[in-house]
């Protein structure tokens, strides 16, 4: 084995001290955040991801609240629910678990959550601001997988990366904020031909797909970073989207699965949530103080 195995939990950590000493400047001003957490119907497949969100909001600073409703709450109903989250002050962010029941579009919520509280950064607003460079509060995911390929010696100007998969809230992300880095972007997909002819021509490869062993080290270049997205239950353990043993032979920097992308993903939703309190205290300051 030969590349450097990227410690997602470190970088996770050092983000989460520096989201925590914000945190405790905005609580002495007032402005103490508060996530809460929305879920519907059976919540066991969500359950994990709430319980770790729970714990890296304790280190974080970020006062955490579960909300679980019954599987027959109908969409109407949910969206009053995020309108009076919306409207209340003493809430600073909004997490939409999924899976969500069939008769609630995921996307619908989305769009009801106010933009100043989408933590997780799918509002399409949030989406949008991407496209023109202006990240305030960014899809987790993408933006945890890009900050942690900054973190490596590699210079992002004229880089050569390839993204495999283009999803909305993860692979096509990554490649504007790639782009916006100065980094020269292919983005492949399930109807990209020969998809390791531009892996093996990248200083830098992200894979997002959901599909087990799909990269290979032969669709590498020899010392490319490696930022595997995927998570996958394969025989009761939790892999990737590559295959790790003989990616990590060629790559020169790669990301395990678990303890990679992971922590760093659920840091930047922490980080998003105290960029949103922090912003929510300036909007009110400036909508509603008098002028002298």
Not at 30 to 43: K, M
Not at 97 to 125: F, N
Not at 161 to 171: D, L, N, P, Q, W
């Amino acid at each position: 084995m030969s590349a450097t195995i990227i410690d997602g939990k470190a970088l996770a950590q050092v983000k989460l001290d520096e989201t925590y000493a914000e945190a405790q400047r905005l609580s002495e001003a007032g402005w103490a955040p508060r996530l809460v957490s929305i879920s519907v119907g059976d919540v066991a497949a969500a359950e994990l991801y709430v319980r770790n969100q729970k714990k890296y909001a304790e280190k974080a600073g970020v006062a955490f609240e579960v909300r679980n409703y019954p599987e027959t709450i109908s969409l109407e109903q949910l969206q009053g629910v995020l309108a009076g989250l919306n409207a209340d002050p003493r809430v600073n962010g909004i997490i939409i678990q999924r899976p969500l029941p069939a008769h609630i579009p995921v996307k619908v919520l989305q769009k009801a959550v106010h933009p100043l509280k989408d933590v997780e950064g799918m509002h399409p607003s949030s989406i949008g601001n991407i496209v023109y460079n202006e990240l305030e509060l960014g899809p987790c995911t993408a933006v945890a997988a890009v900050e942690i390929l900054k973190s490596l010696p590699l210079q992002t100007e004229g880089l050569n990366v390839c993204v495999i998969g283009h999803s909305e809230i993860v692979g096509k992300p990554i490649a504007f904020l790639m782009m916006g880095l100065g980094a020269t972007v292919t983005v492949c997909h399930h109807m990209t031909r020969q998809v390791s002819v531009h892996s093996r021509a990248a200083d830098a490869v992200f894979v997002a797909v959901g599909k087990p062993g799909l990269v290979h080290g032969e669709m590498l270049k020899p010392g490319a970073a490696l930022i595997d997205i995927g998570i996958n239950r394969v025989e009761g353990r939790t892999v990737g989207d590559a295959d790790f043993d003989s990616c990590a032979e060629v790559a020169g920097w790669i990301t395990p699965v678990p303890g990679g992308v992971g922590p760093v993903t659920v840091s930047t939703l922490m980080n998003n949530a105290v960029r949103a309190t922090r912003m929510q205290m300036d909007h009110y300051r400036t909508t509603f103080t008098a002028a002298e």
